[in-house]
């Protein structure tokens, strides 16, 4: 899996099927970090009882978000506004006209996907055709995620968020001006939103403010009937009647559940929950 010598590498996203078919978003640098020669690879990866995998995709660009559709599509935005598409076996580039980058995309469906930017542009894209808007406080955007293409929600910078609802975008007030990093849409009246130490659910008809005082919950996951969330240095904690619970101690910044397990990222590890225990480490790339 090398592909440069003397290098930094850290893993920004993870999905797949099952822990045999895995997909990995990777930044490769050299420090000081010059965001000009950061190098992106994606890497198609099985995990558990061996660890083996191949680069399936590289640019010379900075990309910072990947998603993959329940059919195999795979969705990655950059920092060059750019979302590289990997459908029927073969990849291709959309310019989304977002020239100050883009941090965050879901995957809707096969043919369908959101993407979130850093002036503020929610991206709705159908194909090779996109609908971008725009506001003019150009306050960024840093998480996307939806449970249908009517229900979306985006998150961002001072407490912004947005909810989309198959035609239009619409503000949500929220009783915070704190960052927000993560959001995720288990249904209509069931989602989670996270940030610099604030943590709301939304049960329908109101957002309930969980005490989540001292950690920075980058990103949520939701895995047999519990919500689970990457809380950086501080481990892995889950949601239990509206408390948070740690569950591991360890650095992870994304989490996604897929197949029967939960999986993690954190600079350069990898790691799974099967429910009774942990497993993995740090990648060789």
Known sequence: MNAKQDHQASLVSITGKSNQQLHLLANLYYEPIDPESVLSIIIS???KPDVDGDTIYSTETWCTSLDESDGGTLYVVSMEGEMHVYRDESWHVLDLQAPNGLNSVWAANDNESFAVG???ERIHVR?????VTRDNNRVRLNAVHGSSTAHVM???DHGLAFRFDGKQWHKVELPTN?????VYCLA???VLISGAGVLFRWDGDAWFDIEADGLNISDIAYWKKH????CGSNGVY???DDELVIKKELTVYRLNSIGDRLFGVGNRMVTQFDGEGWWGGDLDI
């Open 45 to 47: 990866l099985s995990h």
């Open 118 to 120: 850093l002036e503020g």
């Open 127 to 131: 194909g090779d055709q996109f609908e």
């Open 154 to 156: 985006a998150v961002g």
């Open 178 to 182: 704190v960052n927000l990093l993560g």
């Open 188 to 190: 209509e009246d069931q």
């Open 227 to 230: 919500f689970y969330l990457a």
């Open 238 to 240: 889950f949601l239990q």
